[in-house]
């Protein structure tokens, strides 16, 4: 069919689905998109995908001007929000998502498909949960999430796997934080909860952060960030600083592992930069 487009800037509220998009559904054979402009979606759950939103076919969802989705919970994935198929992309600009939860992953936002893509501008994710990925979680090549002007994870938890802030799979997965962003405060439990700020899992994925932080954060292992993948890599720069973060295991401020064990193949780079206070 042709694209959809919904446009919200009233109230959707404590709505229900048995099965996807608990507040809003778009699914469609074409690209969809959903602009929020001031809009909130509060309350709603899902039993399985979407508990505040679900759309499908490489969709868009724009969130601008102090648009919210809280209190939203999906039974499966995206407590938040679920977009599916390659180019889906979610737009913040001041705008936020807060104490979303799902029960498998992506508390916040779940994204699945390549070149799949979260942008945050001045805009925050706070308080969501899930096992895997308790704020934000990207799946497929070349998936891309950028924080920018001061935008902030934080209190996100995983409560049995990877990223308690961000985690990000597939080959070339690229994460970069800009202008004062940060992850704060996210943890990710059990024996497999690698990266309690961020975690990205692939070859070549890569992980910038240029003048942000990640600061208290806890793991099994890597407390602050962790990469896996032939060729990954975390760079810091123009005073950007990983501290007091911990971890249980291994790497209390950074975890970083080559492919098969070839820790030669992960990289780490400090320009101006600072890993401190991390145990």
């Not at 945050?120 to 308080?127: G, Y």
């Amino acid at each position: 069919g042709s694209s959809s487009v919904l446009n919200l800037n009233g109230t959707i509220s404590s709505c229900k689905a048995g099965s996807s998009g608990g507040g809003v559904y778009l699914g469609t054979n074409s690209s969809a998109k959903l602009v929020m402009n001031g809009g909130t979606i509060s309350g709603c759950t899902a039993g399985s995908q979407g508990g505040g939103v679900y759309v499908s076919y490489s969709s868009t969802v724009e969130m601008s001007n102090s648009s919210q989705i809280e209190n939203c919970s999906a039974v499966k994935d995206g407590g938040g929000l679920y977009l599916y198929g390659s180019d889906a992309h979610l737009v913040m600009d001041n705008s936020s998502i807060s104490n979303c939860s799902a029960s498998k992953s992506g508390g916040a936002a779940y994204l699945a498909g390549q070149y799949t893509g979260i942008s945050m501008d001045s805009s925050t994710i706070s308080n969501c949960s899930a096992p895997s990925a308790g704020g934000i979680y990207l799946s497929g090549g070349h998936a891309s999430a950028s924080m920018e002007n001061s935008s902030s994870i934080s209190g996100c938890t995983a409560t049995s796997s990877y990223g308690g802030g961000a985690y990000l799979s597939g080959q070339y997965a690229a994460m970069t934080m800009q202008n004062g962003s940060s992850i704060s405060g996210c943890t990710a439990t059990g024996s497999y909860g690698y990266g309690g700020g961020a975690y990205l899992m692939g070859n070549n994925a890569e992980l910038v952060m240029d003048s942000s932080s990640i600061s208290n954060c806890t793991a099994a292992s890597g407390g602050g960030a962790g990469l896996s993948g032939v060729q990954a890599e975390l760079k810091l720069e123009n005073g950007s600083e990983i501290t007091g973060c911990t971890a249980a295991n291994s790497g209390g401020g950074a975890y970083l592992h080559g492919l098969g064990g070839r820790s030669s193949n992960a990289k780490l780079t400090l320009e101006n930069s600072s890993i401190k206070n991390c145990r």
